[in-house]
């Protein structure tokens, strides 16, 4: 049985209000470093993972190493796990855009599969690129846990994947910043779900 670990890099600026963030390179907060810390304590308490691959962006390479840190694991870069590019409207806001382009935005609201970001990707393009990290993982790392950092497309994309969904379920799913969810895949390929976005490591962040 091989163990994923998935999370989302911690808090950064542009997360609220909602802007698309997409392949700006941000560095985490305050406040998301802190998460990670609270992620890194809870993954090294009940896991033992042999290994954390990230995107490229900056806050999730220092999301994984301090998860690698405390882990005493090493941590690697997965072109796959990059988050979705929404070309021109990258960092615009939710509110911008909508009024802008009405008709692409609710299109995105309503029918995510159907939609192409003007000079971006599609969500099947994510669930390409993802699911190369995925083969990479269960090939390389059979009968172990990994620790998989990604973003918020990222991660729904994957678990629509591994839970055999289509892309127009994408809105159902949830990732909150360093959110855990962890996915059993068996040796005969049955996937087995522990739980999806918690965040239960965060609660004393969120009383402060």
């Not at 989302?8 to 810390?37: E, K, N, S, W, Y």
């Not at 059979?142 to 918020?152: I, Y």
């Not at 591994?162 to 996937?191: F, H, R």
Request: neutral net charge; aromatic residues 6%.
């Amino acid at each position: 049985m091989t163990r994923i670990l998935l999370t989302r890099h911690g808090h950064v600026d542009g997360i609220h209000p909602a802007r698309f963030r997409g392949r700006a390179d941000l560095p985490l907060t305050d406040r998301g470093l802190a998460q990670a810390d609270a992620l890194a304590a809870r993954i090294h308490a009940r896991w033992k993972p042999v290994a954390v691959y990230t995107s490229s962006l900056q806050r999730c390479v220092v999301t994984g190493a301090r998860v690698a840190k405390v882990c005493g694991i090493p941590s690697s870069v997965h072109e796959g796990m990059g988050d979705i590019d929404y070309g021109a409207w990258q960092m615009r806001t939710h509110d911008e855009v909508g009024k802008e382009a009405p008709d692409a935005y609710r299109l995105w609201r309503r029918a995510p599969h159907l939609m192409r970001f003007p000079g971006g990707e599609s969500l099947q393009d994510v669930v390409a690129r993802t699911a190369n990290a995925l083969r990479l993982v269960l090939d390389r790392h059979s009968g172990e846990t990994v620790v998989l950092v990604g973003h918020d497309s990222v991660n729904r994309a994957l678990l629509l994947q591994l839970l055999d969904q289509p892309l127009s379920a994408y809105w159902k799913l949830a990732q909150d910043p360093c959110s855990l969810n962890e996915v059993e895949i068996l040796a005969d390929g049955d996937v087995r779900v522990g739980f999806i976005n918690d965040t239960s490591h965060l609660d004393q962040l969120d009383r402060r």
